[in-house]
């Protein structure tokens, strides 16, 4: 079964530029979270989704930062204009449940962004 | 606000060696707690996870505690190998955000 798989792997952009990454869930898992890993740090949600809503988005710059889960399934994250800070690394992952901590959470490999 | 520190930051041992790495939370208040490793430039793999209610989990040569009262959990590697090399992050599940807290990781290095 495939796990978590997210795209691009990598992105290189120039300050103001818009940027978009793309998450597909482990099939069938109903929450998905979109988490930023800055480096020699630990991951911090940014949102989560349960089906196609989004339950906990506290964490989002929302100025800046949108997301989307059309028909509960794959995701869409993106960032315009890009700032310098915003360099780092975007995970997204995937459990089966309604993201209690009952459920273990999966990750895919992220993308690394790097905003010049 | 929930605060995860792990201790040490990076650690270097040789082959063979059975090691710990310590992770404690400031808020007792959780579901569970994760052990993950992560490899450069790779996502996170889940290793063990513990339910609130247990008190530690194993698989092969790793075993993991929780003092949940105490606020700390270790991962315990036994007979360390070269490929062990990567970086440990412990993460919570607290009850009051619904939210997972991450530390910043143990970079460990099992040399040959």
């Known amino acids: 079964e495939a796990g978590v798989v997210q795209s691009p792997r990598y992105k290189i952009i120039e300050k103001k530029q818009p940027v978009a990454f793309w998450c597909n869930p482990i099939?069938?898992?109903?929450?998905l979270y979109w988490y930023l890993q800055n480096l020699g740090q630990g991951p911090e949600l940014l949102i989560r989704?349960?089906?196609?809503?989004?339950?906990?988005d506290s964490q989002l710059p929302k100025d800046r930062f949108s997301a989307e889960r059309l028909k509960g399934v794959d995701s869409t994250l993106k960032i315009q204009p890009a700032e310098l800070g915003d360099s780092a690394v975007y995970l997204c992952?995937?459990?089966?449940?309604?993201?209690?901590?009952?459920?273990?959470?999966?990750f895919g490999p992220g993308t690394r962004l790097t905003v010049l | 606000k929930q605060e995860v520190t792990q201790i040490p930051a990076a650690l270097s041992v040789p082959e063979g060696e059975n090691l710990v790495l310590n992770c404690s939370f400031t808020?007792?208040?959780?579901?569970?707690l994760q052990w993950f490793r992560q490899d450069p430039g790779k996502g996170l793999t889940s290793l063990l996870l513990?339910?609130?209610?247990?008190r530690e989990q194993t698989s092969g040569r790793l075993n993991a505690s929780l003092d949940k009262s105490s606020g700390r959990s270790t991962l315990y590697i036994a007979a360390s190998q070269p490929g062990d090399s990567a970086t440990y992050l412990c993460?919570?599940?607290?009850?009051?955000?619904?939210?997972?807290?991450f530390g910043a990781g143990t970079r460990l290095t099992v040399k040959p």
């Open positions: 808020d007792s208040a959780i579901y569970n």
């Open positions: 099939s069938g898992h109903n929450t």
């Open positions: 993460a919570v599940w607290e009850y009051n955000n619904n939210d997972m807290r």
């Open positions: 989704y349960e089906n196609e809503e989004a339950v906990d």
């Open positions: 992952a995937s459990s089966l449940g309604r993201g209690t901590g009952f459920d273990e959470q999966f």
């Open positions: 513990i339910q609130s209610s247990q």
